[in-house]
């Protein structure tokens, strides 16, 4: 007989909820983790001694690494799982009846005592340094990369960038606009830089319009991760606008912070082409003395048959190159008191044969065939960019190539698995906000797969 199944008319339960958590659910794992009192200990100075006690701060973080572990983005959406759901409520510590904050809530936290507090960072922060106390880093190498993220902006309601001034920001009068006229002179968050972009989205000023490989133009945010190669660890992340100069900037300063906060610098870093420029390389090899596995972008190489730069040898020594025929190329057959003397204005120093040798010179066809004379430049920090250009030919650079590929893997599973191709939240801070929360959320699944309770036990017995 087919069975039926009635509603239960008991009218009290025995339920233990802990009960009903599968032992190998995700949010266990996670829960081990994330340290509650740690967090009410940060906002501590942001709340009065007085009055009556607000939602607890712990259940809102709580919820939120819910919805950024499980995807789950819309905090209308979320306030309704963790209503329903048997394991985020175990998770959340609201046992069967506990209830839900609505949905509002989330956004007074974010702009208030979460802000002002920099709770976000500092749970981060508390991520890493679990991944540093459970060997999940060893800081020997780290990888760089930028990867784009559409910003909550529609090119039907933006305008043409010479439509656009700061005052028309002014007269939005949204936050997202605010933020974007605190930012204007911030070069770091790359908002300084001279590129003008067509269209600007007036809901989101800060917004750049721009395009990804083979894609169509969008507005967009870039989230930059620093990550610890051993095992994918979000060593740093940071927020920027869509914009190469400010994506490299972002690396110094991640890398800065990461010292700074724990004491690590890497020997090596791993980036793409796009961190291969001469002051970046500068940086990196002469101010922090850290090994660049990165290409060089160099424009020198010549396609026609001609000589390139790299067929004429530096000699350190004098101060010159020498020419493949052995005659020295100098920037100056006198001496000038001024240092900066011969220098474009990208610090690039000319050095030239003279006119008589070139002129009776047999290679003068394949060197300098329109020229009187053959004249080679020097970028700044050459000598940092022919390190990177010896680094890779060793072997350590096609390892370092391979390690590199796991922040690309780390952007591939924020976007597939985490659902982050949109920001939900608009201005600089917004993308902050949801960019740290993703990483955070990484960083915890990676803890609960790497260093699963399974293994914690199995090391008590
Ligand atoms: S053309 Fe001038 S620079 Fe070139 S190989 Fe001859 S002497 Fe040297």
Known sequence: MMGRQEAPAQLFYDFDLEQHVPANHMLREIDLFLNGDALREALRPFYSHLGRPSIDPELIIRMLVIGYVMGIRSERRLCDEVHLNLAY??????????????????????????????????????????????????????AVDASLISADANKVRSIAAEDWSPEAARQADNRAAR????????????????????????????????????????????????????????????????????????????????????????????????????????????????????????????????????????????????????????????????????????????????????????????????????????????????????CRKTKAYKVSRDKRKKVEMLFAHLKRILGLTRLRLRGPNGAKDEFLLAAIAQNLRKLAKLRPRSIKQEAAA
């Open 89 to 142: 409520r175990w998770f959340c510590r609201l046992g069967l009846e506990g209830s839900v904050p609505d949905h509002s809530t989330f956004s007074r936290y974010r702009h208030g005592k979460f802000r002002e507090s920099g709770l976000l960072r500092q749970v981060f922060e508390a991520t890493v340094e679990r991944c540093l106390k459970e060997d999940l880093v060893s800081g020997e190498g780290f």
């Open 179 to 390: 933020e974007y006229l605190e930012t204007l002179d911030d070069a770091a968050f790359g908002a300084a830089s001279p590129s003008q972009p067509k269209f600007v989205a007036k809901s989101d000023p800060a917004a750049q319009w721009t395009r990804a490989e083979e894609s169509r133009p969008y507005f967009a945010y870039a989230t930059n991760y620093l990550i610890d190669t051993k095992s994918s660890v979000i060593m740093d992340v940071e927020a920027t606008r869509a914009i190469r100069q400010a994506e490299v900037g972002a690396s110094r300063t991640m890398l800065d912070r990461t010292e700074k906060r724990f004491g690590i610098k890497p020997d090596w870093l791993a980036a793409d082409t796009a961190y291969g420029n001469a002051e970046n390389l500068g940086w990196l090899v002469e101010k922090r003395s850290i090994i660049p596995f990165i290409p060089v972008i160099d424009k020198s190489e010549r396609t026609d048959g001609t000589f390139s730069r790299s067929d004429f040898e530096w000699d350190e020594k004098n101060d010159q190159y020498i020419c493949p025929e052995g005659h020295g190329l100098k920037q100056f057959r006198r001496n000038y008191s001024d240092p900066t003397r011969g220098q474009d204005t990208g610090g690039r120093k000319k050095y030239r044969a003279l006119k008589a040798t070139c002129q009776v010179c047999p290679s003068k066809e394949i060197c300098c065939p329109r020229a009187d004379a053959r004249y080679v430049t020097r970028e700044p920090h050459e000598e940092a960019r022919e390190f990177a250009r010896q």
